[in-house]
């Protein structure tokens, strides 16, 4: 693969032609190899299988490792939405419903894209960064001399552990922000805890659950990927490593948020085609 993407960018003495057509190349040449390399994975996840030797330690560095900083964010989350919602909902004698608001954020946007948003700062920083290394060390080229595939090597788990394990954490941010939505709206703004979880119960349809699940595995998805992509297309040195760890937290960033629009506009959509899916959920 190749070092880089990026070319050297024009020089000061270019004319913003240069640049444009600069930026332009160098747009499509990354979007083609990521897809060429999005491609290889598939390819590498539907006729080999990753030994658990190699699936554990990262399952348990990415799920277990990750639940704290899920614990505390989604914590303080549920909190937050209680105490700037109540106001607003309290000015027009709707504060009892405050339940309904908290929880029915949390579930179908916030808890996904704040799961995704500590998967990519903390996972796939730290992925990139990895990999980019063993890239500057010329630590993959061993392992290619070695007879070894080093995207079903390196990838692929990664890939996996992302993907399988990004819904627990989703409904672990869920949980904890409703349990601390609710702790603060009954204890501290004097909600009646029966109002709250009624209507709850009552705006919450399962398609919220179902989506807000469904959108965290696309979410791990294109983490491992751009962080992956990023440490396979390190530049050298340790500014090199460093550019690559930004990158892929800013890309990855930039897609969770495009994806959670579009998988929310068809999750509306596919609501108002299959009206049963917007009972409640119990």
Not at 17 to 38: E, N, P
Not at 221 to 243: D, K, Q, T, W
Request: glycine share 10%; net charge neutral; proline share 4%.
């Amino acid at each position: 693969m190749a070092s880089s993407l990026i070319g050297n960018p024009p020089t000061d003495r270019t004319t913003p032609i240069h640049w444009l057509g600069w930026m332009l190349l160098t747009s499509v040449r990354t979007v083609g190899d990521a897809a060429i390399f999005t491609s290889t994975v598939a390819l590498g996840l539907a006729t080999r299988r990753s030994r658990s030797a190699i699936l554990w330690p990262i399952f348990y560095e990415i799920g277990c490792r990750s639940m704290p900083v899920i614990l505390i964010t989604g914590g303080f989350i549920g909190m937050v939405l209680a105490v700037q919602s109540f106001d607003q909902l309290a000015a027009i004698g709707l504060q009892s419903r405050l339940g309904s608001v908290v929880n029915v954020s949390l579930v179908k946007e916030l808890g996904p894209v704040l799961a995704a948003t500590m998967l990519a700062g903390r996972v796939g920083s730290a992925m990139a960064a990895e990999i980019g290394t063993m890239k500057v060390t010329e630590q993959i080229d061993a392992l290619q001399a070695l007879g070894a595939n080093p995207v079903m090597f390196l990838v692929c788990p990664r890939f996996l552990a992302c993907v399988l394990l990004i819904p627990a954490l989703t409904l672990l941010a869920d949980g904890i922000g409703m349990l601390s939505g609710w702790y603060l709206s009954v204890q501290v703004l004097g909600i009646s805890s029966h109002l709250y979880w009624f209507y709850s119960d009552s705006y919450i349809t399962s398609l919220d659950i179902i989506s807000g699940v469904i959108k965290s595995i696309f979410f791990g998805g294109a983490i491992a990927l751009v962080a992956c992509h990023r440490g396979f297309h390190c530049s050298s040195g340790a500014e090199g490593v460093g550019r690559a760890a930004t990158e892929a937290f800013v890309c990855s960033f930039i897609l969770v948020l495009a994806m959670d629009f579009l998988l929310g506009v068809f999750f509306i959509q596919l609501q108002h085609l299959l009206p049963s899916l917007r009972s409640p959920l119990l």
